[in-house]
């Protein structure tokens, strides 16, 4: 055993790496390479148990669980005593044998060496041999190893807790509030669902700002449905193309013969959303003259109708949008000054979809599901289709993809959906490779600025993240195309791709489940 090298390749590592998960596996592969074990993991303890973390050659696919079992005994003593234990079923056999964990594991030696840092022993290094053992130069490797490792893997266990309570606060969430309609997972859509849960209960006006098919109105409905005013109505005004007379009339209403045509007196939607939510959309486009009345019934909660001089009293919140910059339009002197910030006491941004690419596979089966209207089949993207799904940049954001996907289950004639069902513009730009995209690209071939729209904060969770998706998206392709080419028969796509037949099936039964869930 080459000792000082394998130490060296693990310090060049420590220093290397700064993927948060990747590394303690990197670690563990050194660490099994160089003792000849089998196979290894860390054991920590949380609360009164002890888990399994960051395991190394464990395919869960093939592995039983009485496989993959440990002896807890093992791990206290490692801990308890500071000292490596090794138990081997041919020089410890009679204890061995009543170890009921290690008769399961079917390992013929293991290793357990306890990690510490500051005085506190946290976890330990779990290390199985099926044949063979350890000798005296892998117990001075394990040793040398738990010293070096034992900081950086003590943090990377930390950071993994805290990954996980993340993502339970991020389940928490949704069961807790009412998004219908929102599907999101990506870090800037979750920051700005929990700033919506948070602000849904105020009253204070909130500006919604996002390009056009982001999904402005479902964010409005979310503010509304979550709020003490849920039970009351929401009230919808598109003021776009509206001219002023007509839109005063929408907002507030007018009195019979105020004008032409006003043959009775009509209820303006603000007083129809009494005690409720008042929704403006595109508020950028509201004539100059309305600007204004606007504004005093955001001041003073009264409105006039067009043709009376009787003011009355409404409780209405409002929540606006746009797709403009309004800001600019200020500047400009288009947009009132005061009403806008009027309107931005609370400001909502909602990212594009090219800046949330991790959301797209979500997005294409939510849709995918609600649009398929062929009972007893099962629908699946061959693996071109799917690329093309992920590099288009969708200018026409949410909406253009919702779009796509409906046109593909209108066109299809089975349960196999192909580029040919996808819109000419989205199948252009699958053509040209990631880089057609333009500035918004975020696949493979994208580098330098191109690439930075798909990573919000460029950390090292969101990097994280960014793998883990693409290891499954390249998982899903895989299995899509094989089951594709075989006409979706599992035991002939098994025979021709040798893989196991078990194992794809608990393959295609784990993305059957992610899709679901």
Request: with cysteine; net charge neutral; charged share 25%.
């Amino acid at each position: 055993m080459e000792l000082y090298p394998a130490l060296l390749q693990i310090v060049r590592i420590l220093l290397s790496e700064d993927d948060d998960a990747r590394t303690p596996e990197l670690l563990l592969g050194v660490v099994i390479e160089t003792t000849g074990a089998d196979r290894g993991f860390i054991v920590v303890r949380e609360g009164g148990s002890f888990e399994q973390k960051f395991a190394v050659r464990f395919d869960r696919a093939t592995i039983t669980d009485e496989e993959r079992r440990f002896s807890r005994g093992l791990v206290r003593q490692a801990i308890e005593t500071r000292q490596i234990v090794r138990l081997s079923r041919e020089a410890d056999a009679p204890r061995f044998a009543l170890l009921e964990s290690l008769e399961a594991s079917g390992a013929s030696t293991v290793l357990v060496v306890p990690l510490a840092h500051g005085g506190e022993v946290y976890g330990t290094v779990y290390v199985e041999y099926g044949t063979g053992g350890a000798g005296g130069e892998a117990l001075r490797f394990v040793a040398e190893f738990a010293d070096l490792a034992g900081l950086f893997l003590k943090r990377a266990i930390e950071r993994e807790a805290l990954r996980r309570r993340t993502q339970s606060l991020e389940r928490d969430l949704f069961a807790r509030h009412d998004f219908q309609g929102i599907v999101a997972q990506d870090p800037k859509m979750i920051a700005l669902l929990k700033t919506v849960a948070q602000v849904a209960d105020a009253d204070a006006t909130v500006l919604i700002r996002g390009e056009t098919g982001t999904g402005k109105e479902l964010v409005a409905r979310a503010l509304h449905v979550n709020s003490p005013r849920r039970g009351k109505p929401c009230v919808t005004l598109h003021t776009l193309a509206l001219p002023g007379t007509i839109l005063e009339s929408e907002l507030f209403g007018h009195v019979k013969g105020a004008f032409t045509g006003a043959d009775r007196d009509r209820v303006g939607r603000v007083a129809s959303a009494q005690g409720g939510t008042l929704f403006l959309d595109e508020v950028a486009e509201i004539a100059p003259d309305v600007q204004a009345k606007l504004l005093r019934f955001l001041q003073f909660g009264e409105i006039q109708r067009v043709g009376s001089d009787r003011t009355e009293r409404v409780d209405v919140r409002v929540i606006a949008a746009t797709h403009q910059d309004l800001p600019a339009l200020v500047e400009a002197g288009k947009f009132r000054r005061d009403l806008y910030f009027r309107l931005k006491v609370i400001e909502l941004e909602i990212p594009p979809l090219r800046e949330r690419a991790g959301d797209i596979p979500l997005l294409v089966e939510h849709f995918l599901r609600a649009r398929w209207r062929r009972p007893g089949e099962q629908p699946r993207w061959t693996a071109r289709a799917e690329q093309a799904l992920r590099q288009h940049a969708y200018p026409g954001n949410v909406r253009e993809l919702a779009h796509a996907v409906e046109r593909a289950c209108i066109l299809a004639t089975g349960p196999v959906l192909d580029v040919d069902l996808l819109p000419p513009d989205l199948t252009a730009s699958a053509a040209s490779g990631p880089a057609a995209s333009g500035p918004a690209a975020s696949g493979p071939a994208a580098s330098g600025p191109a690439a930075a729209p798909r990573f919000s904060k460029l950390s090292a969770d969101e990097l994280e993240a960014a793998r883990e998706e693409g290891a499954a998206e390249a998982e899903r392709s895989f299995l899509a195309a094989l089951l594709d080419r075989h006409g979706g028969n599992v035991s002939q796509a098994a025979r021709a791709s040798g893989l196991n037949r078990t194992y794809l099936q608990k393959l295609l039964a784990r993305h059957r489940a992610d899709s679901d869930g």
